[in-house]
């Protein structure tokens, strides 16, 4: 019991040093956060319009294979529309 009481005696003088060092931290730690903030956001908007233009590239593709699996067996439609769109 002692040593935790002294360990937490410690922890507790050192606040105001750690106090001074987190608020020198903060301004970068948030600076950082905001370049990858935009950086996330703009990878984001490009990742979406490759999907886009890549499903807009095999569209014709698409329709041909749901044709194609259409007219197949029924019982392998589900099974097979796994294998089409993911």
Not at 3 to 21: D, G, L, N, V
Not at 62 to 78: C, F, M, N, S, V
Request: charged letters at 35%.
């Amino acid at each position: 019991m002692e040593r935790t009481a002294s360990m937490w005696a410690r922890s507790e003088q050192s606040r105001p040093q750690r106090f001074t060092s987190d608020l020198e931290y903060v301004p970068a730690w948030l600076q950082r956060q905001g370049n990858q903030l935009q950086r996330n956001g703009l990878e984001a908007t490009r990742l979406g319009e490759r999907d886009v233009d890549r499903f807009r590239d095999r569209r014709q593709l698409y329709l041909d294979e749901t044709a194609r699996i259409l007219r197949g067996k029924p019982e392998q439609i589900e099974r097979e529309a796994v294998t089409l769109f993911y």
